[in-house]
């Protein structure tokens, strides 16, 4: 079992930027791919980017693609999400997940965090 503790969510002003961390414990071996997903209200929950663990390739969702920035830190099991240029529209709470394979897809989450709230403000 892998276990994610993301952090670093709040409020911010447009244009403004923030950096979510996520970190990972337990059978950290199983790690292969890692990602954020997000969830705004009424929607369903959707990709925002992924990493993989060792060949830093890099996939991110067309609209925060220019903004938002991944890398990760495989030393201390963590993972780091950069959020610049940051719109009303990328309100939404954000997932860590483990990913089985290079996808954007929920089905293919091994793993989620509890999640941690973005708020943008216009």
């Known amino acids: 079992q892998v276990q994610l503790v993301e952090s670093g969510g709040g409020l911010v002003q447009a244009g403004g930027s923030l950096r979510l961390s996520c970190v990972a414990s337990?059978?950290?071996?199983?790690?292969?791919?890692m990602g954020w997903f997000r969830q705004a209200p009424g929607k369903e929950r959707e990709f925002v980017a992924f990493i993989t663990w060792s060949g830093s390739i890099t996939r991110y969702a067309e609209s925060v693609k220019g903004r938002f920035t991944l890398s990760r830190d495989n030393a201390k099991n963590a993972m780091y999400l950069q959020m610049d240029s940051l719109k009303p529209e990328d309100t939404a709470v954000y997932y860590c997940?483990?990913?089985?394979?290079?996808?954007?897809?929920?089905?293919?989450?091994?793993?989620w965090g509890q999640g941690t709230q973005v708020t943008v403000s216009s």
């Open positions: 337990g059978d950290t071996l199983q790690i292969n791919t």
């Open positions: 997940a483990r990913l089985t394979s290079w996808s954007k897809s929920t089905r293919d989450v091994g793993s």
